[in-house]
T-cell receptor, first 115, second 109 residues
Framework: DAGVIQSPRHEVTEMGQEVTLRCKPISGHNSLFWYRQTMMRGLELLIYFNNNVPIDDSGMPEDRFSAKMPNASFSTLKIQPSEPRDSAVYFC?????????????FGDGTRLSIL | GIQVEQSPPDLILQEGANSTLRCNFS?????LQWFHQNPWGQLINLFY???GTKQNGRLSATTVATERYSLLYISSSQTTDSGVYFC???????????FGAGTRLFVKA
């Protein structure tokens, strides 16, 4: 079975540019999560969706960040405008719905560098 | 909010040695996972273990939910076990996942 698929794997862009990260969850999984990993703060949950609806976006750092899930098989995380401090590895994860007692499965991440 | 503490923060082992990694959490959870982040940055599921004991090859894990801790055992360590081991928990009824800071393991040949 295919796992969580993220694209691109690497992104290097100049500050001020718009960045769009993409995620395809595992088929049949109804919950989707976006995380950010940095050396200073470790792994942080940014936002999670259940049945394509954003449930909690309290982890989104500021208004420059937005996330959408237009259907069950696709989600985007957008940063506009990007800043050097946004440089990090961004992970997407998915799990089956059914409460919090479901394991999460992670994609390979997108390594983002903002110059 | 819930606190997740992992120990030790760093660990160096000789190949073949055994080790125990610990995860303490400050509140009741109904979801606990152990992950291995390999040197390429991939997060690999090891165990989903909100309670009880599970084994998978050289790895095993035990969670004592009533005492709010989980242990990950690595036996006969190999160089490929190197990386960072994370514990992640979720509160009952919620989706928010909290990760510990990780244990960085280096296994010497």
């Amino acid at each position: 079975d295919a796992g969580v698929i993220q694209s691109p794997r690497h992104e290097v862009t100049e500050m001020g540019q718009e960045v769009t990260l993409r995620c395809k969850p595992i088929s049949g999984h109804n919950s989707l999560f976006w995380y950010r990993q940095t050396m200073m703060r470790g792994l942080e949950l940014l936002i999670y969706f259940n049945n394509n609806v954003p449930i909690d976006d309290s982890g989104m750092p500021e208004d420059r960040f937005s996330a959408k899930m237009p259907n069950a098989s696709f989600s985007t995380l957008k940063i506009q405008p990007s800043e050097p401090r946004d440089s990090a590895v961004y992970f997407c994860a998915s799990s089956r719905t059914g409460g919090s007692n479901q394991p999460q499965h992670f994609g390979d991440g997108t390594r983002l560098s903002i110059l | 909010g819930i606190q997740v503490e992992q120990s030790p923060p760093d660990l160096i082992l000789q190949e073949g040695a055994n080790s125990t990694l610990r995860c303490n959490f400050s509140d009741s959870v109904n979801n606990l996972q152990w992950f291995h982040q390999n040197p390429w940055g991939q997060l690999i599921n090891l165990f989903y273990i909100p309670s009880g004991t599970k084994q998978n090859g050289r790895l095993s894990a035990t969670t004592v939910a009533t005492e709010r801790y989980s242990l990950l055992y690595i036996s006969s360590s190999q160089t490929t076990d190197s990386g960072v081991y994370f514990c992640a928990v979720r509160l009952a009824g919620g989706f928010k996942t909290i990760f510990g800071a990780g244990t960085r393991l280096f296994v010497k040949a």
